[in-house]
């Protein structure tokens, strides 16, 4: 129980373009998914918060316009870079809960931007 | 500024020793506890969560909470080489938050 799936879980892209990344929850239904972004060798960075239905709270200097969080459903979030540049380029991974408070972990979408 | 603190390491230990990795936190109204595990160039994996005072064991792993000391500590018996990996720290601080907050983590090497 409890699997995350992203996709894709690899994207190159040239800067300037914008990237979607999905999340879903496969078995449970996920009140709240995060988003983390993760540089090598670097700690976990929550970039923000989406709960299903509403507007996602951004951690401080997070661009929320450079950075569109929809959550659709009680499946699927989806985070789209946008304008993308190669200072974005790193390892975005979601995480979702249902009612308790453990995060469950999707397998990561690392991205490079040209 | 809430924190959590692991030693970063690296941790280096034989196989089939004990490898024991500690956290503390500076929350003292912090209630649930997490410990993940991170493969090099994967994502982190659920392995124990504590949420009251005392020793938790499932298998190999036995996660110790002293909310008292705010210390909670991972403890991996007869670890092996696929052990090897980076173990983070994660609480949940409380007071309605949904967020968990991450240590930096300590890289275990298990060598054969």
């Known amino acids: 129980g409890a699997v995350v799936s992203q996709h894709p879980s690899r994207v190159i892209c040239k800067s300037g373009t914008s990237v979607k990344i999905e999340c879903r929850s496969l078995d449970f239904q996920a009140t709240t998914m995060f988003w983390y972004r993760q540089f090598p060798k670097k700690s976990l960075m929550l970039m923000a918060t989406?709960?299903?239905?509403?507007?996602?709270?951004?951690e401080q200097g997070v661009e929320k316009d450079k950075f569109l969080i929809n959550h659709a459903s009680l499946t699927l979030s989806t985070l789209t870079v946008t304008s993308a540049h190669p200072e974005d380029s790193s390892f975005y991974i979601c995480s979702a809960r249902t009612y308790g408070v453990e995060q469950y972990f999707g397998p990561g979408t690392r991205l490079t931007v040209t | 500024q809430k924190e959590v603190e692991q030693n970063s390491g690296p941790l280096s230990v034989p196989e089939g020793a004990i490898a024991s990795l500690n956290c503390t936190y500076s929350?003292?109204?912090?209630?649930?506890f997490f410990w993940y595990r991170q493969y090099s160039g994967k994502s982190p994996e659920l392995i124990m969560s504590i949420y009251s005072n005392g020793d938790k064991e499932d298998g190999r792993f036995t996660a110790q909470l002293n909310k008292a000391s705010q210390y909670v500590s991972l403890l991996i018996r007869d670890s092996q080489p696929s052990d090897s990996a980076t173990y983070l720290c994660?609480?949940?601080?409380?007071?309605?938050?949904?967020?968990?907050?991450f240590g930096k983590g300590t890289k275990l090497t298990v060598n054969p």
């Open positions: 989406s709960n299903e239905g509403s507007k996602a709270t951004y």
């Open positions: 994660a609480v949940n601080m409380g007071g309605g938050s949904e967020k968990l907050v």
């Open positions: 929350d003292r109204v912090s209630q649930s």
